[in-house]
């Protein structure tokens, strides 16, 4: 049932390759924004940056169709903006204020979106992908030609739930894909140091389960391998397992020094393998933008994500009597 690793390189139109620029670069901006508003003291707790992965959830919501689900862990603001979610609301919850998604009381590990049908960051590590499974069983229920994404780390890799879901999610036949969004550190140890099989994805060989690595650098094989999985839990083949080979530039979160790799290894990271800068000089070679429409862009965005962030200073606190809401469903 495995399958290698992905060389797919799909020809790309100007648009596409501008609307992924776009959109990394949209998430990269905001993030950045979201780490200095928390060394202001606007956001508190935890606040995990998405810096550097943006191509992982960018090429995946462009393999993916309106009704399909997603669900995920704590690294949540990139998937919130990559399948359309505002950047105000999402910015608004970060600072725990009443414009925000969850009416400020979830912060950056609570959001959701019924619209969008996102259906959360979660906390605890894995909890999310028995979730996913569960999203996919009522799909399949229904009979509605949907799919979720399920996204974890390679930390959560090793949890028991994820193989339990698995062992459940191909006995069911579900149209969910795993997504294992590879940083390489779970939180701050090493996959080399905490994981006897590296290849992550050929776990799934036991369940029966297919899959494949990818290069989560590349916004393109991300979205090509993306449309693989998708194609097949649509013809109502099962699960598909994604491992996508990416790096987080940060550390786990703001609170974590990153001292447990070095300045050298970012910075080649960064200098050679950045995800945004591929694109940008896909789009400069191949004579599809010039530097002044590029610095446009960027300019836009930067306008989009100060918005935000003003929208979410002058947004108030949620009021006290907002503790009694959202504690039992309406029937």
Not at 228 to 235: D, E, G, L, P, Y
Not at 241 to 250: G, M, P, Q
Request: charged share 30%.
């Amino acid at each position: 049932m495995a399958t290698r690793k992905t060389v797919r390189k799909p020809n790309t139109s100007k648009e596409e390759l501008l609307g992924f620029y776009r959109e990394m670069l949209l998430i990269r901006r905001f993030e950045e924004k979201a780490g200095q508003l928390y060394g202001m003291g606007l956001i508190g707790g935890f606040c995990h940056l998405y810096i550097g992965q943006e191509a992982v959830v960018v090429g995946l919501e462009a393999a993916a169709e309106e009704g399909d689900k997603r669900v995920t862990s704590y690294r949540d603001h990139g998937h919130m903006l990559a399948c359309g979610m505002d950047p105000k609301g999402v910015m608004a919850e970060l600072t725990g204020r009443e414009g925000g998604y969850s009416r400020g009381k979830g912060g950056s590990m609570h959001m959701f979106s019924k619209e969008k049908h996102f259906y959360g960051g979660h906390g605890i590590v894995g909890a999310q992908v028995p979730i996913g499974a569960g999203l996919a069983f009522a799909d399949k229920y229904l009979g509605n030609d949907r799919v979720t994404f399920a996204y974890f780390g390679d930390g959560a890799a090793n949890q028991g739930q994820v193989y339990e879901t698995y062992n459940m999610a191909e006995l069911w036949d579900l149209p969910v894909i795993f997504v294992i969004e590879n940083n390489q550190y779970a939180m701050g140890t090493s996959v080399q140091r905490s994981t006897k099989s590296p290849s992550l994805w050929e776990r799934g060989a036991a369940y029966g389960i297919p899959g494949e690595e990818v290069d989560g650098m590349d916004v393109q094989a991300v979205k090509a391998a993306g449309e693989k999985a998708v194609a097949h839990c649509r013809a109502g083949k099962g699960p598909y397992i994604l491992e996508v080979k990416t790096y987080r530039y940060r550390g786990h979160s703001m609170s974590d020094p990153a001292k447990y790799r070095t300045r050298e290894e970012v910075q080649k990271m960064r200098e050679e393998r950045d995800a945004i800068e591929h694109v940008r000089e896909l789009l400069l070679t191949g004579k599809h933008a010039t530097e002044d429409e590029l610095k446009a862009i960027d300019k836009d965005i930067k306008a989009i994500v100060n918005d935000a962030a003003e929208f979410a200073k002058e947004s108030p606190e949620p009021a006290l009597d907002e503790l009694y809401t959202d504690i039992y469903a309406d029937a």
